[in-house]
DNA sequence: ATGAAAGCGCTAACAC
DNA sequence: GTGTTAGCGCTTTCAT
């Protein structure tokens, strides 16, 4: 048999479990079974061939094939994680929770960033290929439904983030973002405020009305009795550049201007930030700014941005958790958690007790 | 043969090739000939055939299984990128760069952030069971280097990230990490500086004498005719608040106060703007600040950072293309890559022309 | 131009 | 307590 023709180039032959058995002088199948820890039945191997075996793998430095393993246990212990952008620290932090959870439980997690539809769609497709065992998917968008429900049906675990579950059997995790919208305006409110502005990124909403951010924003001006104003909102691509431009768009809009700005998500506070700054405007004096989500980098903005933090690490942590549930059968679990998002209070509103 | 009994409860088993062959009434290697577009020898199956095939394949919405096509082909089309911390702007630029280079040559890219030593090397440990094709690693330490060692010799494709390679036959893509340091020093030299601070995270560095930027820092102030004091660098945790606590210790030790500080990297700069902000002392006035690796966040601080900009895309695109070079053949490519870093003037030290 | 068949390395019945 | 064996789904020779 000529096989080993091709593969010549390509290195020394990796180790496999037939080398661990030769050395230990046992057969393949008892290399096997004390190196998964006998998940059938009861004691098996006596200690001494459990020794040898160990020894011999550890000679060797035997290390399981990946894709053989997988494609017999049909199962790959990877998660996978499909999100917009890693440079949005917001994803990184929750990226880093799952991450933390499923380490905890046997999982590798992969990170599959996607820049548009179109990319989302390829890699939900991609995924039905079985290279993953779980995916936490940020879908926005009805098309990417379709996929998720696709993938769903091909029997890939999944957990929907950040939005509502397409699916009955798929769990959703995400943040109260109206609530949260309805507490950075309201603030706004009660320190006198009756100009707001907004800066958004619609495209990222939820399509679910009265959902996001937005719709808290529109809910509390309405309960102060005002009324949301066109020309106080500006959509801004999600990036500190784009919060920056959305920013100098506002200043330039004629009619009543803003006394307070309510911005989609920290990053984007921050673009506005240095734009005000730019124009020799103070914060809070001038412009009151309020941000969202509540990353890092909004306590080391100046002065601090006072923002609406998520529960960054709860949410990877549920997510990661729910999504190994579902894998790993258990009770069938159709939760849809809803987290509340917290105001969090530091200088960019003028109430600042005292930067930390 | 009772053969699918435990599987029962996972779900509808996945369509695979055979389903696909049946359908378009072929043998299963008729489909697997026109689904890899024949690599073997020329036109193998007739027009009819493969619009049959294709036909069948699109109904059943078939997609390859991962696991059997990489036990099969040695070959996974996977890229793993094993880094430090996500939660590090650089890094998040640096892997988006890669992904999009990979993706263009049809792999996929996976994200594997390693707190400690220990869990790198079990990562690199794991890599070994063949889940990727090449690896990309940010080694810092000596034993991580004897892990990647191993691994390279498991014929898994290395690349070594910010660092030497430890290796004649790994490639390494790296930045100049003293000429930045020199430049920025230098910069701040020109400025009529001359107690000039590094907040450092000095874990981080290289192990090789003489070549990060720490090192440059002591040569230009060795060529300005001053001696590095041990009282004006700093150790930090590398995160912001690392930078903004750094920058605190350093305004509290007694001694000559320095006129203008140096940091470790953009991120580590932004805690201790903030911090100088929170004291009030004005920067540049009281204060001059550099910052180094230039990622976006240092363009939206105020006043904007100063910094030495790494060429976070070109870093990632190398590093990727180096990396799949070694994995597809061609030639060996021992390639030591060293790439510039540049000085990106902004206002933090006094010598913004403009602030853009 | 197509089909048959041999495994890739592993797990898990099943026999002894 | 241990060995034998039948595949997981795919690619790729080889025969036709």
Redesign the interface.
């Known amino acids: 048999m000529p096989r080993r023709l091709l593969?010549s180039?390509?290195?020394?032959a990796?180790t496999t479990s037939i080398d661990v058995a030769r050395l230990a002088q046992v057969s393949q199948a008892t290399v096997s079974f004390v190196l998964n820890g006998l998940r059938t039945g009861g004691a098996r191997v006596s200690d001494a061939t459990r020794t040898r075996v160990l020894a011999a793998a550890a000679e060797l430095?035997y290390?399981?094939?990946?894709?053989?393993?997988?494609?017999r246990r049909?199962r790959?212990n990877?998660l996978t994680f499909v999100l917009p952008?890693?440079?949005n620290?917001y994803f990184?932090?929750v990226?880093?929770a799952v991450?933390v959870a499923a380490t905890q439980r046997g999982y590798?997690v992969?990170?599959?960033?996607v820049r548009d539809e179109e990319a989302e769609l390829q890699a939900l497709?991609?995924l039905?290929?079985?290279?993953s065992d779980g995916v936490v998917v940020a879908a926005r968008t009805d098309r990417i439904r379709d996929g998720v429900r696709?993938l769903f049906?091909?029997?890939v675990k999944i957990v929907v983030f950040q939005d509502r579950s397409p699916e009955p059997l798929i769990p959703a995790v995400r943040v109260d973002l109206e609530g949260g919208g309805y507490a950075a305006t309201r603030h706004l409110l009660a320190l006198g405020h009756r100009h707001i502005a907004h800066i958004a990124d619609r495209q990222s909403y939820s399509h679910r009305a009265g959902e996001d951010r937005f719709d808290g924003y529109e809910r509390a001006l309405s309960a102060a009795g005002l009324r949301m104003a066109p020309a106080l909102v500006c959509d801004g691509e999600n990036?500190?550049?784009g919060g920056?431009q959305a920013m100098c768009l506002l200043l330039e809009r004629p009619g009543p201007r803003a006394t307070a700005v309510f911005a989609y998500n920290d990053q984007m506070a921050?673009?506005a930030?240095?734009a005000l700054?730019?124009r020799g405007l103070r914060v809070p004096e001038d412009m009151a700014l309020v941000g969202f989500d509540g990353v890092?980098?909004g306590?080391?903005?100046?002065p601090?941005l006072t923002t609406v933090e998520h529960p960054r690490n709860e949410i990877g942590t549920r997510a990661a958790n729910l999504l190994i549930g579902c894998i790993e059968?258990g009770p069938p679990a159709l939760e849809d958690v809803v987290l509340p998002a917290r105001l969090v209070i530091r200088g960019s509103c003028g109430m600042a007790l005292r930067?930390q």
């Not at 992969?110 to 960033?113: H, N, Y």
């Not at 039905?128 to 290279?131: Q, V």
């Open positions: 593969e180039r390509t290195q020394a990796a430095e290390v399981p094939n990946h894709a053989a393993r997988s494609l049909r790959t990877v952008a890693l440079d620290p990184a932090e990226v880093a991450q590798i992969s990170v599959l960033p497709q991609a039905g290929g079985g290279s696709r049906a091909r029997g990036s500190m550049a920056e921050m673009g930030l240095h700054h730019a890092a980098l306590a080391f903005t100046w601090g059968g930067e």
